[in-house]
Nanobody, 123 residues
């Protein structure tokens, strides 16, 4: 099992940037892929981005491509989500997630979740 703790959320204006962090513990961090999901009020949780265990492969939802980047520091057991040019529709609770596989696969579901961090973008 993996324990995940997100940080970095907050209230920003449209067009601003924000960086989320997720610190992991409990399993060898470099062995598994990591992802970010989000859930807006009244909507289902949706995939945002994922990164392979080595960091060599990244994946993004169409809605954030070109604006968000995902990275990881295996020495620090931390994954990051850099969010640029934020829009009001990015307002949501953002969740960090860990997979059991080395790489991300669209049909696979994460095995562990963080508690979430709120991101609010005012227009």
């Amino acid at each position: 099992q993996v324990q995940l703790v997100e940080s970095g959320g907050g209230l920003v204006q449209a067009g601003d940037s924000l960086r989320l962090s997720c610190a992991a513990s409990g399993r060898t961090f470099s062995a598994y892929a990591m992802g970010w999901f989000r859930q807006a009020p009244g909507k289902e949780r949706e995939f945002v981005a994922a990164i392979s265990n080595s960091g060599g492969s990244t994946y993004f939802a169409d809605s954030v491509k070109g604006r968000f980047t995902i990275s990881r520091d295996n020495a620090k057991s931390t994954v990051y989500l850099q969010m640029n040019n934020l829009k009001s529709e990015d307002t949501a609770i953002y969740y960090c997630a860990a997979y059991l596989t080395r790489d991300y696969h669209a049909g696979y579901y994460p095995s562990d979740w963080g508690q979430g961090t709120q991101v609010t973008v005012s227009s």
